[in-house]
């Protein structure tokens, strides 16, 4: 079993619906969570950044972690044409030297 | 302010031959950290270096090394390339501590 798994996709949505993006790992000492978006020919932006477990909101995206579960989310609310890309969980330890470790992304289109 | 920059964008090579791969962090950025991403495996960690010493070494085989000098920048070094280490290769750089990290555009390897 890989440390983080994510649903490949792809996954395709009409413009304007809400997108849920998901990971569950197996590590429970993991205590940061990160979600990136990668464009084609473009390295991973960090979209959003979360320690330990409850909700965090930016603009129309919502990130979740529900650490007893093992599982994080990220929801895309009225979902742009511009948010097709590839989303990546990731996730790290504790102790602030410790890498980064991903999911192998979703990839997401939005059609106008 | 500037980005992470990674130089060059594009390498063809042939197997048996020897790469190097640069990245410049953002300033103030003392944590460079290397990731190897293909379709197959998705984002895998190399390693990372913190004011010039190797923090973290991913699991990869001696062929991969690397270095950080004294302004922040990291190179990295593959020897006796393989088909294999056909690869998007990423630089990563924050401030040392837990959480983001902010990538740069990569450099495509391509081994012939």
């Known amino acids: 079993q890989k440390e983080v798994e994510q649903d490949p996709g792809p996954l395709s949505v009409p413009e304007g619906a809400i997108v849920s993006l998901n990971c569950t790992y197996s590590?429970?000492?993991?205590?940061?969570f990160m979600w990136y978006r990668q464009y084609s020919r473009k390295g991973p932006e960090l979209l959003m950044y979360?320690?330990?477990?409850g909700n965090k909101e930016d603009g129309r995206f919502t990130a979740q972690v529900d650490k007893s579960s093992k599982y994080i989310s990220l929801f895309i609310r009225d979902s742009q044409p511009s948010d097709s890309a590839t989303y990546l969980c990731?996730?790290?330890?504790?102790?602030?030297?410790?890498?980064?470790?991903f999911g192998k992304g979703t990839r997401l289109s939005v059609i106008a | 302010k500037a980005g992470v920059t990674q130089t060059p964008r594009y390498l063809i090579k042939t197997r048996g031959q020897q790469v190097t791969l640069s990245c410049s962090p953002i300033?103030?950025?003392?944590?460079v950290s290397w990731y190897q991403q293909t379709p197959g495996q998705g984002l895998q960690f190399l390693f990372e270096?913190?004011?010039?010493?190797?923090?973290n070494k991913g699991n990869f085989p001696g062929r991969f090394s690397g270095r950080q000098f004294s302004n922040s920048r990291s190179e990295m070094n593959v020897s006796t390339l393989e088909l294999g280490d056909s690869a998007l290769y990423l630089c990563?750089?924050?401030?040392?501590?837990?959480?983001?990290?902010?990538f740069g555009s990569g450099t495509r390897l391509t081994v012939v």
């Open positions: 979360t320690y330990s477990s």
């Open positions: 990731a996730m790290s330890l504790p102790a602030g030297n410790t890498p980064l470790v």
């Open positions: 990563a750089t924050g401030t040392g501590g837990a959480g983001g990290y902010t």
């Open positions: 300033s103030g950025h003392r944590s």
């Open positions: 270096y913190f004011s010039e010493t190797q923090r």
């Open positions: 590590n429970s000492a993991f205590q940061y």
